[in-house]
């Protein structure tokens, strides 16, 4: 039987739907990496793709759906597939605590995705507010699980925020080259974080001196 090739139109449109939007969010995070936001544009993609540009435009609207699209996959991988994750993972808080690092921390690409968004962030203001919220979430379910742990809500809500801070640093310093922070150390962290030790007792009062 005579084997028929597809019209020129239509074998575009095959490779262009085989080529799946995942695959351009994916070459964009690389891009955005490796180049900052500067380096996420539409020809080069394609290229590295092995596509034309009229791939693209069969997915997206134009390269701000394309970046819009970066962000929506990190929110979902970062945060809100995280906190699924752990919530799965046990029902004591401080096993979900424990849990939250050991992932946060050994996922290979966290931190140069994240030290990717912020310096993003740093130019764009819609970025930064995007940020400013998911840096809002993820302290407070922090928060909550030590809440759950015992933790007094006001006590919960610094510690929070000092051991994502402590993340955030982590991330910084692991993307620029340096080594991974040991298991140990972080469970150590985690264990000063939920300590709560009662009250010193008062020292006693001097007795007064007679005038």
Known sequence: MEKRSLPKKAAGQAASTALGPKAWVAAAWEALARAGVEGVRV???????GVTKGSFYWHFR???AL????????EVRATQGVIKLVDASSE????RLAELLRVTTMAPEAPAAEQAIRAWGAHDPSVR???ARI????????EDLLVAAGIARPKAKLRARALYLTLIGEYARVAHGGVQTSAATWSELLDLVLADPSPAAPSPSRPRRRR
Request: net charge negative; proline share 6%.
């Open 129 to 131: 507010a995007h940020l």
């Open 135 to 142: 840096d809002a979430r993820r302290e407070r379910y922090v």
């Open 43 to 49: 020809e080069p993609l394609a290229a590295r793709l």
């Open 62 to 64: 134009d390269r701000a």
């Open 67 to 74: 970046l819009d699209a970066i962000l929506a996959d990190w």
């Open 92 to 95: 004591a808080p401080r096993e």
